[in-house]
């Protein structure tokens, strides 16, 4: 199964979940603009290299003295083809960033990511709310 796939399979599986998350395509990559005669290299793209391919938050309530206030958890997901395809070095670190800093970050790999999305986002709303 192609990692576009495992992709797709994942973002549709977040729609039939109980909790409202909203995810986001990171391209990245580099493009060629001609400036002055002269073509230059341009970065596109969120994030330094290692930035996840998809990017998002979803609702939460917090504490009681937020009581109804809603919050929103940053959430990255790599998507990887099998369990072959490792992350790299500056992947997985940018997906324990944000773990650490309270997101929820994770590798998921094909072909069936769908029990993987849903462990990562029950796992990252331990002690929360997360709305419906």
């Known amino acids: ?3 576009s796939a495992v992709k797709i399979l994942g973002l ?3 729609r039939h979940l109980p909790w409202v998350v909203k995810m986001l395509t990171n391209a990245r990559g580099v493009a060629y603009v001609k400036r002055g005669g002269v073509y230059e290299q341009r970065a596109f793209g969120c994030g330094p290299n290692g930035t996840s391919d998809q990017l998002g938050w979803r609702e939460l309530i917090i504490t009681p ?3 109804g206030r809603k919050v929103a ?4 997901f790599e998507f990887k083809q099998d369990l072959k395809s490792k992350p790299t ?3 997985a670190n940018f ?3 944000v773990k650490a800093a309270g997101g929820c970050g994770a590798v998921i790999f094909g072909p069936a990511p769908e029990p993987q999305i ?3 986002l029950f796992m990252s709303s331990k002690g ?3 709305c419906e």
């Open 1 to 3: 199964m192609l990692e």
């Open 12 to 14: 549709k599986c977040l």
């Open 65 to 67: 003295d937020m009581v």
């Open 73 to 76: 958890q940053f959430v990255a």
């Open 89 to 91: 070095k500056k992947q």
């Open 95 to 97: 997906i324990s960033e």
């Open 118 to 120: 849903e462990r990562a």
């Open 128 to 130: 929360v709310k997360v």
